[in-house]
């Protein structure tokens, strides 16, 4: 079975400040995926970055990049000079290859707020 | 360029009674998905469907039944809906790419209330 931990329920950071949004993993797949997704207040799901488990470099799209510790089994979100439009919930996911499907597994959630 | 629509966007239940909600993707994905995300818990798996003609159990299957009759078109169907099936239902698709995790595409969610 997989599981995602997000221990950080809400978070506050300074309008072009980085911030980091902690996600932890647990898996017996030798093959997996790790996925971060932002839910604005609107409500859609909106995918940002991805990170395969044998990628040798952190995965990086803009301002937002994935630190990546295999080891640890972490894949922190980390957003660079945030921006009022990056307040939303977000959310990691991970993915594997056992059973087909690629299905996603889903951590609570992590409120983050921008402020001036 | 549509990618997933969810059909409603909300609706109004009394208990007992029975619904279907439609997802149609226009990205040719072979993979689709069925989740609910209920305050405080993350999204959860219903069903899913790695092709047409096929489905399968997710987390949460129960009170839940599903078709895939078409590639582009998922079905989520209620029998007899009950007020623990108040949530938000997500409907995602993914491409199929051998030996390699592809990031699923979702819809804008369907808002169900069932009282």
């Known amino acids: 079975a997989q599981k995602i931990t997000q221990t950080q329920p809400g978070m506050f950071v300074q309008e072009k400040e980085a911030v980091t949004l902690d996600c932890t993993y647990d898996t017996s797949d030798p093959s997996y995926g790790l996925f971060w997704y932002k839910q604005p207040s609107s409500g859609e799901m909106i995918f940002l970055i991805y990170?395969?488990?044998?990628?040798?470099q952190n995965a990086t799209e803009g301002r937002y990049s994935l630190n990546f510790q295999k080891a640890r089994k972490s894949a922190n979100l980390v957003i660079s000079a945030s921006q009022l439009g990056d307040s939303a919930m977000y959310f990691c996911?991970?993915?594997?290859?056992?059973?087909?499907?690629?299905?996603?597994?889903f951590g609570t959630g992590t409120q983050l707020k921008v402020e001036l | 360029n549509a990618g997933v629509t969810q059909t409603p966007k909300f609706r109004v239940l009394k208990t007992g009674q029975s619904m279907t909600l439609l997802c149609a993707q226009d990205m040719n994905h072979e993979y689709m998905y069925w989740y609910r995300q209920d305050p405080g818990m993350g999204l959860r798996l219903i069903h899913y469907s790695v092709g047409e003609g096929t489905t399968a159990k997710g987390e949460v299957p129960d009170g839940y039944n599903v078709s895939r009759l078409k590639k582009q078109n998922f079905l989520l169907g209620l029998e007899s809906a009950a007020p623990s099936q108040t949530s938000v239902y997500f409907c995602?698709?993914?491409?199929?790419?051998?030996?390699?995790?592809?990031?699923?595409?979702f819809g804008d969610g369907t808002r169900l209330s069932i009282l």
């Open positions: 995602a698709s993914a491409a199929n790419v051998r030996n390699s995790n592809q990031p699923q595409h």
């Open positions: 990170q395969g488990s044998y990628d040798q």
């Open positions: 996911a991970m993915s594997g290859l056992t059973g087909g499907g690629n299905k996603l597994t």
